[in-house]
């Protein structure tokens, strides 16, 4: 038997100084199951399932991983980019995605784990992130395709994640996906740019949207029967669409915005589909999805070593601000003199 935690409308009508009632765990469960029907946000105060909290760790924390590892990529580019504006934009987008990570590490922190044992987890080589950045950025026009296409991905991801049923993630997310359709903006513009000027760099722009199609598809996870999270994640409002639903509506968004660019997309079977009105897509190659998530990618190991490397290197800034911390700490403590 346990003591509810929901909050007191969810609890029959009762003076403002009587604890909630007991009740048994099945109750207590259908409770739950009902709020999260009705629409109603879970705050971190609240009762939850175990499960529940362990599905948003998972979640929550996987995102936040990915958007600071996410910076590397670009990162890559930052010194040489073609002008000092691309320069500029290029360093407000990975600051935003530096921002990004801290706002999901703080929603995954109200659950009841600490942001240092998330990043131990990273750095460990133990916590998983995107697959999609483990590939290298080759030329400019990554940073072009990255933007239009990864940060496209990413906004048909996170968009319904601004309804998602736990309060601090999706008020995150509002924000978030505000900044990520600028990236996408940004990154489209890139490419526009690239398509209207030399063949080379058309060329160049062609290669890139070759590059990282195949990886784009499977940044939205596994087809929905191999996916072992999706149907809960679904019924508790964590997540509202599938992983197939999500990846038909980027490419039905996508493949008008390649032909505008003039751009081919590198799939022979793709043809669309009268009866549907949708664009139809050849097979994944899911063992690349299975071998990248699984540490095999092309820069996996180099984007961990230089995570490492960065926190190692930031210990004193860390330290720092701990004794500047402790040191305000004793002296709003010490008595007036």
């Known amino acids: 038997m346990h003591v509810s935690r929901e909050r007191h409308s969810d609890r029959a009508a009762s003076p403002s100084l009587t604890p909630p009632p007991v ?22 105060n609240e009762w939850m ?56 590490y703080a929603a995954a922190e109200t659950l009841g784990v600490s942001r240092e044992e998330m990043q131990d987890q990273l750095l460990a080589g133990a916590a998983k992130y995107s697959s999609i950045f483990n590939y290298p950025t080759l030329s400019w026009a990554d940073i072009g395709a990255i933007g239009w296409l990864v940060d496209g991905a990413a906004i048909m991801n996170q968009i319904p994640l601004c309804r998602c049923s736990f309060g601090p993630y999706a008020r995150a997310m509002i924000r978030i996906c505000k900044e990520e359709s600028f990236h996408q903006r940004q ?58 639903a999500l990846r038909q509506q980027f490419v039905d968004a996508t493949v008008p915005q390649a032909r505008f660019l003039g751009l081919t997309i590198p799939d ?4 669309f589909d009268e009866a549907s009105g949708q664009w139809q897509i050849g097979a994944i190659d899911w063992s690349e999805f299975r071998a ?35 040191k305000r700490r004793a002296r709003a403590a010490a008595p007036p003199s």
């Open 187 to 244: 990154g489209f513009e890139i490419m526009l740019t690239l398509c209207r000027g030399t063949p080379a760099q058309k060329a160049m722009a062609q290669d890139a949207l070759d590059r990282w199609w195949w990886p784009v598809l499977m940044m939205f996870g596994p087809p929905d029967a191999a996916s072992p999270h999706s149907d809960r994640s679904m019924r508790w409002k964590i997540k509202r669409l599938s992983n197939d």
């Open 292 to 326: 990248v998530l699984a540490g095999n990618g092309p820069c996996n190991r180099e984007r961990l070593r230089r995570a490492r490397e960065a926190h190692a290197a930031g210990a004193w800034v860390r330290e720092a601000a701990l004794a500047h911390a402790e």
């Open 49 to 104: 399932p175990d499960a529940y909290r362990k599905t948003l760790i998972r979640q929550i924390s996987q995102h936040a991983h990915s958007e600071i590892v996410g910076m590397q990529p670009e990162g890559n580019w930052l010194t040489r980019a073609p002008t000092l504006r691309r320069k500029a934009a290029l360093l407000a987008k990975i600051q935003d995605e530096a921002g990004h990570g801290l706002y999901l």
């Open 268 to 271: 022979p079977q793709l043809a």
């Open 23 to 44: 009740i048994g765990e099945p109750d207590r469960d259908r409770r739950f199951e009902a709020r999260v029907t009705r629409d109603e946000k879970v705050e971190p």
